[in-house]
C-alpha cells in the first residue's frame, strides 16, 4: 500500500492514500488505534456512530498502536470504530481578515461574524529563524505604560514574561499594552481563562479600539488539552504570518502556566514520566521551541509577552524557572501593592528588562538607575520611617528617597485607560528623581 500511496502522489492531480485503522481503547483523554500508519502530529478522523466524525491527533505511538488525542469531546466514540489517517498537519488561515477576529484553539471563527474573508494557509509548527538571520534589536516598543517605558524599558522583538499570582491586575495591563502599544498588530492568546473573564476582557479591558487591530484566540479552561496546546502554536504562527509581512507585532500569551498543565496532561496520557510537579520532559524541550519563534526576523519583529501564573506567589516554581531562562527578561506583579491599590502593582525592584541598555539613551537610563536606587533605599528603611523611628538627616540617601517618594510613587501608578507616550514617560520620569 506504500507503494501505491507514493505512486498516486506523484500523478498530478490524484486524490492523497488514505489508511483505516480500529480503535483499541478509549482512557481518559487518550484514543488508541491499531493498523494506523501515521506518525506523530498527523491529523486523524474518528468516526462516531450516530454523530459527526471527531478530528484527532498522534501524539505518540507504541509498537503498532498510535495514540491519539482528540480535538473535541469523547462522547460517541467506542471501541472497533474506524480511525481514518488524514495525511496532513494542523495548519491556520492567516491574513489581515483576521484583525478584529476572535478564532478558537483551531483558528476557527467564534465570534458570530460570519466566515473569515481571504487568508493563506500556514503550518502551525514550524522552526524558529535561524540565530544568524535574526536583525539585532536596536528600536524601542513603546507600550503607554510609564513603568515599562520608563524603568524597565522593552526592545521591538524582545521576549519577556509577566510573573504574577492571581487577581493583582495582570490583565488589566496586557490589555493596556495591547490597546497602547505603537505595534502594527497585537496577537493575544487567552489560554486556559475563565469563559467569563474572555468577554470581559474582549469588551471592557481590550475596547473597540483595540480589537480592530488585534487578533484574539481564546481556548477556555473547559477546552480539550489538545485544543489548549495548540492555541500557543496557533497564535504563534499567526504572529509570524504578520511579522514575515513587515509588520511590527506583539504577542500576548495568557498564560504560559496553563499551557505547560495542558503539556502535562498530553504527555502523562501518552505515558511520559513525570518530573518536577508532575511535569512531563516533553513541556522543558517544547517551551524553547515555543518561545525562540518570537523575536526578530529579516523582516519584522515579534515582541512576546508571556504570563507566568504563579502558585502560591512563588516565583520559583518549575514553570517559572523555565521560563526566565529562555527570557529577555521579567516583569514582577506584586500582591502587596495590589492590596495597597498600586497599579499597575509592578515591583520595580525584582523586574529586569536585559534589553534597556541597548535601546534607551543615556540620561533615560540615568534617570531609570536613579530611581531605582532611591526607591530600594527607601524600601530597605520603609518600617523605620512609618513608624517614625527614623531620623531625618542620619542617612542622606534616605532624606533624597522620602523627599522624592511622592513623586516617585506617582510615576508609578497609572490609570490604565490613559497610555502615556514617550516623551510623556520621560518627562515624568525626570522629573520624578530630581
Known amino acids: 500500500m506504500s507503494?501505491?500511496?507514493?505512486?498516486?502522489?506523484?500523478?498530478?492531480?490524484?486524490?492523497?492514500?488514505?489508511?483505516?485503522?480500529?480503535i483499541q481503547r478509549v482512557a481518559g483523554v487518550l484514543v488508541e488505534a491499531s493498523g494506523l500508519p501515521a506518525a506523530v502530529g498527523d491529523l486523524c478522523r474518528l468516526e462516531r456512530?450516530?454523530?459527526?466524525?471527531?478530528?484527532?491527533?498522534?501524539?505518540?505511538?507504541?509498537?503498532?498502536?498510535?495514540?491519539?488525542?482528540?480535538?473535541?469531546?469523547?462522547?460517541?466514540?467506542?471501541?472497533?470504530?474506524?480511525?481514518?489517517?488524514?495525511?496532513?498537519?494542523?495548519?491556520?488561515?492567516?491574513?489581515?481578515?483576521?484583525?478584529?477576529?476572535?478564532?478558537?484553539?483551531?483558528?476557527?471563527?467564534?465570534?458570530g461574524k460570519g466566515p473569515l474573508g481571504p487568508t493563506v494557509s500556514m503550518p502551525v509548527h514550524r522552526d524558529a529563524p535561524p540565530p544568524?538571520?535574526?536583525?539585532?534589536?536596536?528600536?524601542?516598543?513603546?507600550?503607554?505604560?510609564?513603568?515599562?517605558?520608563?524603568?524597565?524599558?522593552?526592545?521591538?522583538?524582545?521576549?519577556?514574561?509577566?510573573?504574577?499570582?492571581?487577581?493583582?491586575?495582570?490583565?488589566?495591563?496586557?490589555?493596556?499594552?495591547?490597546?497602547?502599544?505603537?505595534?502594527?498588530v497585537s496577537v493575544i492568546a487567552l489560554i486556559g481563562e475563565r469563559g467569563r473573564?474572555?468577554?470581559?476582557?474582549?469588551?471592557?479591558?481590550?475596547?473597540?479600539?483595540?480589537?480592530?487591530?488585534?487578533?484574539?484566540?481564546?481556548?477556555?479552561?473547559?477546552r480539550p488539552p489538545l485544543e489548549r496546546y495548540k492555541a500557543a502554536f496557533l497564535a504563534t504562527a499567526i504572529a509570524e504570518s504578520f511579522r514575515d509581512r513587515g509588520r511590527q507585532v506583539v504577542l500576548v500569551m495568557d498564560s504560559i502556566t496553563r499551557f505547560a498543565a495542558a503539556c502535562r496532561e498530553i504527555g502523562l496520557a501518552a505515558g511520559e514520566p513525570p518530573t518536577v510537579k508532575?511535569?512531563?520532559?516533553?513541556?522543558?524541550?517544547?517551551?524553547?521551541?515555543?518561545?525562540?519563534?518570537?523575536g526578530?526576523?529579516?523582516?519584522?519583529?515579534?515582541?512576546?509577552?508571556?504570563?507566568?501564573?504563579?502558585d502560591g506567589d512563588d516565583i520559583d516554581d518549575p514553570v517559572g524557572d523555565?521560563?526566565?531562562?529562555?527570557?529577555?527578561?521579567h516583569v514582577v506583579l506584586s500582591r502587596k501593592l495590589a492590596n495597597r491599590g498600586h497599579?499597575?502593582?509592578?515591583?520595580?525592584?525584582?523586574?529586569?528588562?536585559?534589553?534597556?541598555?541597548?535601546?534607551?539613551?543615556?540620561?533615560?537610563?540615568?534617570?531609570?538607575?536613579?530611581?531605582?536606587?532611591?526607591?530600594?533605599?527607601?524600601?530597605?528603611?520603609?518600617?523605620?520611617?512609618?513608624i517614625g523611628a527614623y531620623k531625618p538627616g542620619t542617612n542622606p540617601k534616605l532624606d533624597a528617597a522620602i523627599a522624592r517618594m511622592d513623586r516617585i510613587e506617582a510615576f508609578l501608578r497609572q490609570d490604565m485607560s490613559s497610555p502615556s507616550s514617550l516623551a510623556q514617560t520621560q518627562a515624568a520620569l525626570a522629573a520624578a528623581v530630581s
Open 3 to 22: 507503494r501505491l500511496a507514493q505512486a498516486l502522489a506523484r500523478v498530478p492531480g490524484s486524490a492523497r492514500a488514505s489508511y483505516c485503522g480500529r
Open 49 to 111: 456512530p450516530g454523530d459527526r466524525p471527531l478530528l484527532a491527533e498522534v501524539v505518540g505511538l507504541h509498537g503498532d498502536v498510535a495514540c491519539l488525542m482528540p480535538y473535541g469531546d469523547l462522547q460517541g466514540v467506542c471501541a472497533g470504530g474506524a480511525v481514518t489517517a488524514l495525511n496532513r498537519r494542523l495548519d491556520v488561515a492567516t491574513g489581515d481578515s483576521l484583525l478584529g477576529r476572535v478564532l478558537d484553539g483551531f483558528g476557527k471563527p467564534t465570534d
Open 132 to 184: 544568524l538571520t535574526r536583525a539585532p534589536i536596536e528600536k524601542m516598543l513603546v507600550t503607554g505604560v510609564r513603568a515599562i517605558d520608563g524603568c524597565l524599558t522593552l526592545g521591538r522583538g524582545q521576549r519577556i514574561g509577566i510573573f504574577a499570582g492571581s487577581g493583582v491586575g495582570k490583565s488589566t495591563l496586557l490589555a493596556e499594552v495591547a490597546r497602547g502599544s505603537e505595534a502594527d
Open 197 to 222: 473573564e474572555v468577554k470581559a476582557f474582549i469588551e471592557e479591558a481590550l475596547g473597540e479600539e483595540g480589537l480592530r487591530r488585534s487578533v484574539i484566540i481564546v481556548s477556555t479552561s473547559d
Open 278 to 294: 508532575g511535569y512531563p520532559p516533553s513541556f522543558f524541550a517544547t517551551a524553547p521551541k515555543l518561545v525562540e519563534r518570537a
Open 296 to 310: 526578530t526576523a529579516s523582516t519584522g519583529a515579534i515582541t512576546a509577552m508571556y504570563t507566568v501564573l504563579l
Open 322 to 329: 523555565t521560563m526566565r531562562g529562555l527570557l529577555d527578561g
Open 343 to 386: 497599579f499597575p502593582a509592578i515591583d520595580l525592584l525584582g523586574s529586569v528588562s536585559r534589553l534597556m541598555s541597548r535601546v534607551a539613551d543615556p540620561a533615560h537610563r540615568q534617570n531609570a538607575q536613579r530611581l531605582r536606587e532611591l526607591l530600594s533605599v527607601f524600601e530597605e528603611n520603609r518600617d523605620l520611617v512609618q
